[in-house]
């Protein structure tokens, strides 16, 4: 009798569609393909149109038969802007609740039910937080859930603290004056973590919020705890201390931290496949990159230029895109500035390029620019950033310290850590004038500068060594592909 070979895994991954869950999980789904898994991606339809418009995604995944696309409505108006105020994050989850679920589920279980073979069958699903109907639709199905969060565990132990903050009236606080005091009850952040380093969520004196505040991040802790095992986008050497609180509190499932993402790709490719100058993340755009900043930069001298990106969802208003502005020419440096179109508040980018005239012969503007690329560049020797957890990643990764200014989410937490834990930048929370950014600027670029960067090699380095042969993530991915193949057996 013939042996039986193991079917192989199949496995459905479903991120919050937003650029900062898309892109680390289509690494994600690349780097499983690399082990021969066969991965179903699924994206609301809104995305995969951006996507297969602004990049070569067909091409990325063309070589790995076992992939494939589905898409999910998200609920959402064909004309709604999906950018503006956050709010429109709630409107995002509740429409994909009432609109992705029913798809979702027919593609759990039809995916089960057209399986010809055994080898098709759905394995597992790896999912979003705050996708919980997602996880619903996996229990239902009897298809286990691996749990995925794009952000820090620093956040991620700050949210699992906040529902006993609350217990212990921490939270809410009573008025401004406390917002620099140390939060006593997040172990292992207690001699570093202000009220306003908590996730802007939390930052609250309101009682109603706190109820739903606690709510959420019970029910955060709940998901956790059921899914069969969790995948953070960090490494131990960064976050080892955090990663050990949360490996203790979630005991019941396997904790594997894999990160930094996109980085791996690089180690497992080769370097004839992929380099660092031209990483293939290029291809999860969901706007039009600009590559005119890149023959701009090779102009510029080593380390001298800022650059200057506020992500995917925040937005500034006029006034806190001037008080930048006038920091950035005041500080006599040149700058690179992401503009996305949607970044200014009742403007077109068109109106706020057209502001920033006459800075042509200092800063260069694109909507969307190639980030890990011109973070690699030698021109470049300073991020002014939103803090989120990719963009803090990737300057990590390409060695070049930070000047932050969270705007919301985990991004409050992430600038502390920055400042304080890790000294690989300065933090501007909560501040936006224009001789703050300016100074700030060039304690960055200059007087500060070889502490920082001495600091960011070595975290640079450890960052690199985790996702190579014999590092943390390294094993930890290959135990996690391990752990998926076991559940298909
Ligand atoms: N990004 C990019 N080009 C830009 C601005 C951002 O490629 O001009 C990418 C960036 O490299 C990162 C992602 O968009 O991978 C933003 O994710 P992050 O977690 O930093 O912030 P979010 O957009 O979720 O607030």
Redesign the pocket.
């Known amino acids: 009798m013939e042996p039986q070979s193991s079917p192989t895994p199949h496995v459905l991954i479903f991120p919050l569609p937003?650029?900062?869950?898309v892109?680390p999980m289509l690494n994600l789904a690349e780097l499983l393909c690399l082990s021969n898994l066969k991965v179903t991606f699924i994206n609301s339809t809104h995305n995969h149109q951006r996507l297969t418009r602004y990049t070569n995604i067909e091409s990325r995944f063309s070589g790995y038969p076992g992939f494939g696309f589905k898409t999910v409505p998200d609920g959402l108006p064909d004309d709604h802007p999906r950018a503006g105020d956050k709010s429109w994050l709630s409107e995002l989850i509740q429409g994909l609740a009432s609109s992705a679920k029913p798809v979702l589920s027919e593609i759990v279980v039809g995916a089960e039910a057209e399986a010809e073979a055994e080898a098709e069958k759905v394995t597992c699903l790896i999912t979003d937080g705050w996708l919980s109907f997602a996880n619903d639709v996996a229990n239902e199905a009897e298809v286990p859930v691996i749990a995925v969060r794009?952000f820090s565990a620093c956040c991620l132990w700050a949210f699992l603290c906040m529902p006993n903050l609350i217990h212990l009236g921490e939270i809410p606080f009573k008025d401004n004056e406390e917002m620099d005091e140390l939060v006593k009850n997040v172990p292992g952040m207690d001699s570093f973590l202000r009220y306003r380093d908590l996730p802007s969520y939390c930052r609250t004196k309101d009682i109603p919020t706190c109820r739903q505040l606690q709510h959420l991040f019970t029910g955060e802790m709940q998901q956790i705890q059921k899914a069969h095992s969790f995948i953070l986008n960090t490494f131990d050497d960064l976050e080892g201390p955090i990663l050990s609180h949360i490996r203790q509190h979630c005991s019941s499932s396997r904790v594997y931290s894999i990160g930094p993402l996109?980085a791996h790709l690089k180690y497992r490719l080769g370097p004839n496949e992929i380099t660092i100058s031209k990483p293939n993340?290029s291809s999860s755009?969901l706007?039009e990159?600009d590559r005119s900043c890149i023959s701009w930069l090779d102009q510029k001298p080593d380390k001298s230029v800022v650059y200057v990106?506020f992500?995917?969802?925040?937005i500034l208003t006029k006034e806190q895109l001037m008080e930048f502005w006038a920091g950035l020419v005041h500080s006599k440096k040149y700058f690179l500035w992401?503009i996305?179109p949607d970044l200014i508040i009742g403007s077109t980018s068109s109106e706020s390029l057209k502001l920033l005239e006459g800075t042509k012969e200092r800063g260069c503007m694109?909507g969307?620019?190639?980030?890990?690329e011109v973070l690699a560049h030698r021109a470049v020797g300073g991020f002014l950033t939103?803090s989120?957890?990719?963009?803090?990643l990737?300057s990590i990764v390409a060695g070049v310290p930070m000047l932050c200014w969270p705007?919301f989410a985990d991004q409050q937490v992430n600038s502390r850590y920055v400042s304080e834990v890790w000294r690989i930048g300065l933090d501007m929370k909560d501040t936006c004038d224009r001789t703050i950014v300016m100074n700030m600027i060039n304690d960055l670029m200059d007087k500060k500068k070889d502490e920082l960067e001495r600091s960011m090699r070595k975290i640079s380095d450890l960052a690199n060594k985790s996702v190579s042969q014999g590092g943390s993530s390294y094993s930890n991915l290959d135990h996690l592909i391990e752990e998926i193949k076991a559940m298909s057996n």
């Open positions: 937003v650029q900062g869950h892109t794009c996109h993340n755009n706007w990159v990106s992500g995917s969802i925040t992401v996305r694109v969307w620019a190639p980030q890990e939103h989120g957890w990719n963009s803090t990737e705007y």
